[in-house]
């Protein structure tokens, strides 16, 4: 029986994965989507390759987790390659396997190896790494695989273990460290620049309501000004018209005077 060794996906933006909320790093994972078909369990460790110019295919990330339940409606989630070239190019000190592998036997490279540890529970023990490139031989040769025991302080390290219950499974998966310390960095730029800003518009409330206190004084010591302005106005008219009265009676006192002296010489 013939088995779907390929898919073609393709590649999408980041918010499309971020139904897997924070699980997520665009860091240092790849979203790819196409409906009808995808990775799905027992995939993880799988290259994901894209053909260049040439012709040639170039790997760009590794099978890393999508939802337990749906392998054909939801995105998948890839490990990037180029972030984990420098350690690739380390490990291996930048060696090529050189055996010219077979097109109809090739292509397993990067899947997953496991026994079974209790009854429905397997664990991962290896990744697939090489064996003969002839079709024929597959089966009568034996097959290397990398030992995934020796990497785990790496894979704890760099990667993480995570449980993910975007949905009613709960499914155990490795991806790249969502929480990496540039993830952090700018998480923190962002509270400090969040508190700067919330300190900035309490200084500015404080400017705005200082400003108001001293606009209010301000007028309310011009209407007492120019209410006492004012006071100090009718008083004098007052007195002025106080002045004037005194004046007039002086007048009239001055008047009889003379009418009575005037009698007295008539007399």
Known sequence: MDYLQYTV??????????????????????????????????DSGGPVATRVK??????????????????????????RVD?????????????RLHTELSSDAAGDSGGALFIEVDKGRYVQVGITSFGSGNKTY????A????HVGAFMP???????????????????FTGAEEFSKKKKKKKKKKKKKKKREEEEERRRRRRRTKKKKKKKKKKEEE??????????????EEEEERRRRRRRRRRRRRRRRRRRRRRRRRR
């Open 83 to 95: 972030v984990l070239t420098p350690w690739i190019r380390q490990q291996t000190k930048n060696e």
């Open 9 to 42: 996906m393709k590649v999408q933006a980041s918010n499309m994965c971020k139904v897997y909320g924070p699980h997520f790093s665009p860091y240092t994972m790849l979203c790819a989507f196409k409906r009808g078909t995808g990775t799905c369990a027992g």
């Open 54 to 79: 040439n012709g040639r295919f170039v790997q760009l990330g590794i099978v890393s987790y999508g939802a337990g339940h749906d392998c054909t409606s939801l995105p998948k989630v890839f490990t």
């Open 138 to 141: 597959c089966k009568n040769h």
């Open 143 to 146: 097959t290397v695989f990398t």
């Open 223 to 236: 209407e007492e000004e120019e209410e006492e302005e004012e006071e100090e106005e009718e008083e004098e």
């Open 154 to 172: 790496w894979i704890k390290r760099n990667i993480g273990k995570h449980k993910l219950y975007h949905d009613l499974t709960e499914q155990e």
